[in-house]
């Protein structure tokens, strides 16, 4: 048998347009007949810092145009064009650099493959870490990890560190790197399948079987999304890891035709089939329609004849991922789209229709009571008071239940909205501002509304069977609002926002924010219907 060597992953010409940060804090030397680039540490914090700057305020052009792609689509819903309009004004007012696109601005990831004959001297992943640090301490970013302190206990770092680093040697004189940010909604709908044969039996099963998937996914990551899939793979680890490379857009210039020789290749009709199951859901944009994905990969990747990995995974609407590139001429990074501003011509042409307004300044009983008019999928203008609470809290408020103690009166008073802030601007009432997903809190319903509390929530994503029965017998309302929009939120719709309990938890603590026409939509009703 003849050796025949092929990269698992072979990549064709890569069309990124970069930018120069600068020609500075490199330059190539000679040793011993050979070139080498010399890096100082300096220009890997330097990198690290300004690529998390640059994804949490700016997009990729092709992002943008394809959320606007959503306005002209005679197939797309009035609530499709509706989220597609405010994720792009979103796109406008985070671009002007001082509210990030998202309020999660994400785990830092950084993965680089650093040529052979890149000389830095210096143990990179420290310098990266610091650029890192740079980033989320001086932007009006988020701190979102946490690390354990115990088994169950653990406090958040206060500036997003950890971060992941990999970093791989590979030949040159190059360091390329990939940089991404992201949120724990997005991450959480990665998903596993270990499989087997059969499942490729004919390609009905294999569609059956990704449709299935798909639906499951729902709307909690912030659709319109990138959807990843991978069939395949020499185990577990490298189809997740190639689920992660393809959602973010870094495998684009895969090849796309097998050969017969060991590796993996883009299929370009899948990605059309997977598109169309994503639209035949029906979910839409967040609250029904057909634009619940822009763009599919699909990766078929070699396997072990005793395993069928299949991985599927997402980049939500706050896609922020940026390729960079070191080289004897500087330090390159993504060019991103800065002026989104060209979009809001037309936003401004679309039709928005009037919708009820609602006072959440009023008991809890005639608030319920006037939602109660209204059926589900009804899109809302909420202006009022809302008390901020989300997964830490609400473990706390439990706590006070099950020692017997009652729960606050402003739990009680007021709807309570998922959501942690980022950092907020000086002189701003708050930073970045949107919903959590709410699926998160389940458990903790049936026993608040049984209080009293939580009788209506505001969030985004689908919940559970017990939430939708937990309204229906405590007559209560869950509503979903934009994901994605933080920036608008904070912007437009937040018009003041205090501490009022559990400091210690930072971007967790319990605030009561006053809101004004803030959309919504009913998703769950005090009948016990609901919208998905």
Not at 452 to 458: C, Y
Request: aromatic fraction near 8%; charge should be positive.
């Amino acid at each position: 048998m003849k050796f025949v060597y092929s990269p698992v992953l072979p990549l064709e010409k890569d069309r990124t347009k970069f930018e120069r940060l600068t020609s500075e804090l490199v330059r190539e030397v000679k040793c011993r007949g050979k070139k080498f680039l010399e890096v100082k540490p300096e220009a890997l914090r330097l990198l690290a810092r300004e690529a998390f700057a640059r994804v949490n305020f700016y997009f990729r052009s092709s992002h943008l145009e394809n959320l606007a792609s959503i306005l002209d689509d005679p197939e797309a819903s009035e609530n499709d064009k509706f989220v597609a309009a405010m994720l792009l004004k979103n796109a406008v007012i985070s671009a002007e650099g001082l509210l990030p696109l998202c309020q999660d601005t994400g785990t830092a990831n950084i993965i680089g493959y650093r040529g052979e004959r890149v000389l830095t001297g210096v143990e990179d992943a420290r310098y990266l870490s610091r650029g890192v640090f740079e980033a989320y301490t001086r932007l009006n970013l988020r701190a979102s990890q946490n690390v354990p302190l115990n088994i169950l206990d653990e406090k958040n770092t206060g500036n997003n560190l950890p971060a992941q680093i990999e970093i791989f040697s590979t030949r040159g004189s190059e360091y390329h790197f990939y940089f991404i940010a992201k949120g724990g909604g997005s991450s959480n709908k990665t998903a596993l399948y270990q499989e087997n044969k059969s499942l490729l039996k004919d390609e009905q099963t294999l569609l059956d079987f990704i449709r299935e998937k798909i639906k499951a996914i729902g709307v909690a990551a912030c659709p319109p999304y990138r959807l990843a899939v991978v069939i395949g793979g020499l185990s577990p680890e490298m189809n997740l890891k190639t689920v992660k490379l393809a959602s973010a857009g870094f495998l684009d210039n895969l090849v796309t035709r097998p050969t017969g020789l060991p590796h993996g290749y883009r299929d370009l009709e899948w990605e059309k089939r997977v598109l169309q199951v994503a639209r035949a859901t029906g979910l839409g944009a967040q609250f029904g329609g057909v634009a619940l994905a822009l763009e599919a990969r699909v990766i078929r990747l070699p396997r072990h004849g005793g395993s069928l990995p299949v991985g599927i995974g997402l980049s939500c609407n706050a896609d922020r991922n940026l390729k960079a590139v070191i080289n004897r001429h500087g330090i390159f990074v993504e060019k991103l789209d800065i002026n989104p501003v060209r979009f809001l011509r037309k936003i401004e042409s679309l039709k928005i229709e009037k919708v009820p307004a609602i006072n959440l300044d009023q008991p809890i009983e005639s608030l319920v009571a006037e939602l109660s008019r209204h059926p589900v999928g009804t899109r809302l203008s909420l202006s009022g008071t809302l008390i901020v609470a989300r997964d830490l809290a609400h473990l706390r408020l439990k706590k006070l239940l099950e020692r017997g103690e009652p729960l606050p009166d402003y739990f009680i008073n007021h709807p309570v909205y998922y959501a942690g802030p980022a950092r907020t601007p000086q002189g701003w009432p708050t930073g970045s501002f949107g919903p959590t997903s709410a699926q998160r809190m389940d458990s903790y319903v049936e026993d608040f509304m049984k209080a009293g509390a939580s009788r209506v929530m505001l969030g985004k994503g689908n919940r559970s069977d017990k939430v939708v029965e937990a309204c229906r017998k405590y007559r209560g309302f869950y509503l979903g609002t934009i994901g994605g929009a933080a920036a608008l939120v904070a912007r437009e719709h937040i018009v003041s926002s205090e501490l009022v309990d559990f400091e210690d938890l930072g971007m967790e603590a319990i605030r009561k924010i006053v809101v004004k026409d803030l959309p919504a939509f009913i998703i769950i009703d005090d009948k016990g219907n609901r919208l998905y």
